[in-house]
């Protein structure tokens, strides 16, 4: 009898798939029609044997694999044409995959489809690449609409249906120029102005007629940059140094300009580099002379690269007479100039003088304080009292470098009648037109009686860009 066998077997398995594909039928209409959905190809490996051994994966070859980007919706208005936007169609297969002539299928719901372009023009597409079609819209009825694009190929899914959506509307649109603004400057005080126009397109055809209601908004205003105005399709921003205190830089400010949802940024930059080597004048303001040396001027300078303020009084100074005895041919406001501290007589011909540094911050400053020459009669002496006594001016800084100036009240006279007068008129020194003063009255005045008969105008100092500010006043009766 056997004691032992030796027993073979045979196993065996098999796998079988099935996936949907295209099939050919024949429509309503009796013509031959594809359709259907094409699955993709499995992948299957064994991962053990029986014995346990681990087993590579088993790689399918012949794969033609569409992936197609996906667009955003088409705007235009009617009879235009809408931007183009392209269509990427990669294969992630492993053989090359066609496009297959016609390329593609078209619907015309309420618009039609345009193909500019299709690359690579064989419409091959390699293994791992991409290729692209271009596509836009026109159409002339206002409404949305959706079509397809339908791409023939010979991938594993041969047909791809890609949807689309058109807004037909009326459009306005606008275009600006210029599309930016630079200027460059050395000097102090330096203003530019930029202009931009806006031309309205509506439905594709310029119209500068129409004033469209334009929203204008500057970023980084503190750089010296403002809007100035804003109508009939005009913008304009301008610039100035002095807000920025004249320091060397590049400022920029972005202006945009918006309408419904259409928007542009334009860039306002000034590259600003000071030279301070030569000093300069700003401006400067004289008063109508009046009797017994009643006479004020003001210079406002760049001295050293920092502003100033010099006021000067009276004209009996260093050998000169008053005004109405020829003080008058020496009276020069250039002698209160930035240069005038450098002359062999450091103001000439003025009898008091009050130089003030400006720093740059709003603040108050007494003349009292800034005293630089007093050759004669101190008038100084009866202005003012508390705060700032012996004061015959006040100047007040906002901090950007408008000064106001102010002629302080008169404390108290003299016991001299001829000091007196000219005190009296110093008082009224600011107004352009004067009837009243003391003596022989103003040698000349420096405007009119404005044409109510009651008011003129006074003076109240300076703005940073050098304008002189004068403000219309009763006309003085003391």
Known sequence: MATSFNVNLTITSAVGFRRSSTQTFINFFGTPTVGGISGPRPLMTTTYTLNGVSQPDISITGTRILSVSTTTDFYFYPGGTSPSQTISITNLGSNALSLLPPFYLLS???????????????????????????VSYTGNEEGEFYNYIILITDADSPQYKIITKQVVTEQLLFDVEPSSYTRSSTSSNYRTTATYTITPIINGVENPGYILPITSVLSNTGTGWSIISNQNNQVQVTFNSNVVNNTTGTYTATLTLSYGDNSVDLTNTVNLNVDYSDDSNITSWLSAPSAYDSIIGISYDIINGRRHLTIGVGSNADGSPIFAYGGSENIKIANLSYKAADSDTPFLYWAQVARIPLDGTARTYYSKDYIVKNTGTNYAYYFGENLAPQSM??????GYYNVTIKMNHLRELSENSIIDATLRNLTRAFYDYSGIDVGDGRYYQNGPILPDGITTLKFNGFYNDGTTVKYPVLLPTI
Do not use: K, L, Y
């Open 393 to 398: 001016f006040i100047v007040e800084d906002d």
């Open 108 to 134: 015309n719901n309420g618009t039609t489809a345009i193909i500019d372009d299709v690359q690579p023009p064989s419409g091959v597409i390699a293994s791992g690449n991409t290729g692209t079609i271009t």
